[in-house]
């Protein structure tokens, strides 16, 4: 995998690769914006100069917040539409190779299939309001009450409602979001399983990213807590089998592990020991 780490925009974007410089990242996962500054166009042109000058293989997008797509308040989803589209336009601005998203939640009064029907039609919508050229990411999430995206085949189920009118989507797997959604990846037969699972649901080109964090979450709890790889409760053997991978030699992993002082650099270097 092509090692990396979400870096926070909160001093500026410049600073974000002034992490991945210090850390010899090759991947980097960004917000597309600091809270209510967004970048104008002359600082995204200096991101991407700098971004090109560092040399850096692959940036990912992350969605700022979980908008309500697939809510079926028709006022909230436009919010939402316009909201996506916004961000969309930046992660082209930034130079992103995908935009990674997550699904949301339908509405206590709909079923997850018109979540799913309302999800495709805001996230077309977005794309053709801000002309949004990268690829497109759907992550899955922890599972549990109305989130959409928990198991591989929901993801599937978004990828083939959005249809061939979104043409360049992928997936990014979160490792801590499947164990708790019900996916046993401490193990390295359990991470084979998972890998093989995916590669018949999805299709094997399609997961493009992985998120790999562990967590403090208990298996199946469909509870979010990432944690220090080594400390939780993923162990080392799945996150093996991941790493080596001829299929995902090329494709981003991106620890988004917490942040303390050297916490970084502790656990790229686990994990990249792991994967020699």
């Given at each position: 995998?092509?090692?990396g780490?979400?870096?926070?925009v909160?001093?500026?974007?410049?600073?974000?690769?002034?992490?991945?410089?210090?850390?010899?990242?090759?991947?980097?996962?960004?917000?597309?914006?600091?809270?209510h500054?967004?970048?104008?166009?002359?600082?995204?042109?200096?991101?991407?100069a700098?971004?090109g000058?560092l040399?850096?293989?692959?940036?990912?997008?992350?969605?700022?917040?979980?908008?309500?797509?697939?809510?079926?308040d028709?006022?909230?989803?436009?919010?939402?539409?316009?909201?996506?589209?916004?961000?969309?336009?930046?992660?082209?601005g930034?130079?992103?190779?995908?935009?990674?998203?997550?699904?949301?939640?339908?509405?206590?009064?709909a079923?997850?299939?018109?979540g799913?029907?309302?999800?495709a039609?805001?996230?077309?919508?977005?794309?053709?309001?801000?002309?949004?050229?990268?690829?497109?990411?759907?992550e899955?999430?922890?599972g549990?009450?109305?989130?959409i995206?928990?198991?591989?085949?929901?993801?599937?189920?978004?990828?083939?409602?959005?249809?061939?009118?979104v043409p360049r989507?992928g997936?990014?797997?979160?490792?801590?979001h499947?164990y708790?959604?019900?996916?046993?990846?401490?193990?390295a037969?359990?991470?084979?399983q998972?890998?093989a699972?995916?590669?018949?649901?999805?299709?094997?080109?399609?997961?493009?990213?992985?998120?790999?964090?562990?967590?403090?979450?208990?298996?199946?709890?469909n509870?979010?807590?990432?944690?220090?790889?080594g400390?939780g409760?993923?162990?080392?053997e799945?996150?093996?089998?991941?790493?080596h991978?001829p299929?995902?030699k090329?494709?981003?992993?991106?620890?988004?592990?917490?942040?303390?002082?050297?916490?970084?650099?502790?656990?790229?270097?686990?994990?990249r020991?792991?994967?020699?």
């Open positions: 995998m092509i090692l780490v979400h870096a926070s909160f001093r500026g974007l410049e600073r974000a690769l002034d992490e991945a410089r210090a850390l010899d990242c090759q991947a980097l996962q960004i917000l597309p914006y600091r809270r500054h967004p970048p104008s166009a002359e600082e995204l042109a200096a991101f991407r700098a971004r000058a040399g850096l293989r692959v940036l990912l997008v992350h969605s700022r917040y979980a908008p309500s797509l697939g809510s079926s028709a006022e909230r989803r436009d919010n939402s539409v316009a909201h996506l589209a916004r961000e969309l336009a930046l992660s082209d930034l130079g992103g190779d995908a935009y990674v998203l997550h699904a949301g939640a339908h509405s206590p009064d079923t997850a299939a018109e799913i029907g309302h999800f039609d805001s996230v077309r919508s977005a794309i053709l309001k801000s002309g949004f050229r990268g690829a497109l990411l759907l899955n999430v922890p549990g009450g109305r989130r995206g928990g198991t591989l085949e929901e993801l599937a189920l978004l990828r083939d409602a959005l249809g061939p009118q989507v997936f990014c797997l979160d490792t801590a499947a708790a959604a019900g996916y046993e990846l401490s193990t037969e359990g991470a084979l998972f890998v699972r995916a590669h018949r649901l999805l299709g094997a080109d399609s997961v493009r990213a992985f998120h790999l964090n562990d967590t403090r979450a208990l298996f199946g709890s509870r979010e807590h990432h944690w220090h790889w400390k409760r993923l162990h080392l799945g996150l093996r089998v991941l790493l991978r299929e995902f090329h494709v981003p992993g991106i620890l988004e592990t917490p942040k303390e002082p050297g916490a970084d650099a502790a656990n790229l270097a686990l994990v020991g792991l994967a020699v």
